[in-house]
């Protein structure tokens, strides 16, 4: 593009960009964010600082999460353990628990491999 052939004022205006921008806003402290957290069932939306009281996270896999976890907001997450009769939830729930059922496994099993390797050591000294 020759450049010569424009004004100043003219040259300026091929050089400005417009740009739209998708913003989110916090439900509680009105934090402007990128992304938001939202609940499952309300949709209420919470920033990460905001969120990290407020909701109850579910992962989908019981060794490590993606793209489906899932948020409650505390109302409807309480709501939901009341009724117990959403089947998305008990799943989410069952995973929750063989999650936890896991890492307590892991640290027993940890503190169990720590003494025996311990012992050996005294021993072999």
């Not at 309300?42 to 600082?49: A, F, K, M, T, V």
């Not at 959403?86 to 720590?114: M, Q, S, W």
Request: aromatic letters at 12%; hydrophobic letters at 30%; one cysteine or more.
């Amino acid at each position: 593009m020759n450049y010569n052939v424009f004004g100043v004022r003219e040259l300026k205006n091929l050089m400005k960009k417009i740009v739209s921008k998708e913003m989110f806003f916090c439900d509680n402290c009105d934090k402007e964010e990128s992304y938001m957290y939202s609940c499952a069932i309300c949709g209420i939306q919470y920033c990460h600082d905001c969120g990290c009281d407020r909701y109850v996270k579910y992962s989908a896999g019981v060794v490590w999460g993606g793209g489906d976890d899932i948020r409650y907001c505390n109302v409807c997450h309480e709501r939901l353990l009341q009724d117990n009769n959403d089947p998305v939830f008990k799943a989410y729930r069952k995973i929750n628990y063989l999650k936890n059922e896991g890492d307590r496994f892991y640290e027993d099993h940890t503190k169990r491999c720590d003494a025996a390797e311990a012992e050996l050591k005294k021993l072999i000294k």
